[in-house]
């Protein structure tokens, strides 16, 4: 997990793979960032796997998060998280 602030947002990049052994340490991670009440982009184009636990996840952090206006970045990603 790579983060780094950009000048509207704070970006969180994540490389390799999001599995059941990691899925809630990574979820607990992103949650320190959604307190700071800044932009978040959570950036899964490096990623080379997304286990079910992961997916699970990545929804349960959109659907907390929803009132905040979260939106993704694709429409592959709107299909799954309606």
Same mark, same amino acid.
């Given at each position: 997990m790579f983060v780094y602030a950009r000048s509207l947002?704070?970006?969180?990049?994540?490389?390799?793979?999001?599995?059941? #052994?990691?899925?809630?340490q990574i979820a607990a991670e992103i949650r320190r960032f959604t307190r700071a009440r800044t932009p978040l982009i959570i950036d899964l184009t490096h990623l080379d796997f997304l286990g079910i636990e992961g997916f699970q996840q990545l929804l349960a952090l959109n659907h !907390?998060? !929803?009132?905040?206006?979260?939106?993704?970045? #694709? #429409?592959?990603?709107?299909?799954?998280?309606r």
């Open positions: 947002a704070t970006v969180v990049r994540m490389d390799g793979g999001i599995d059941a #052994s990691n899925a809630g !907390q998060h !929803q009132a905040a206006a979260c939106t993704a970045g #694709s #429409s592959a990603v709107l299909r799954c998280t």
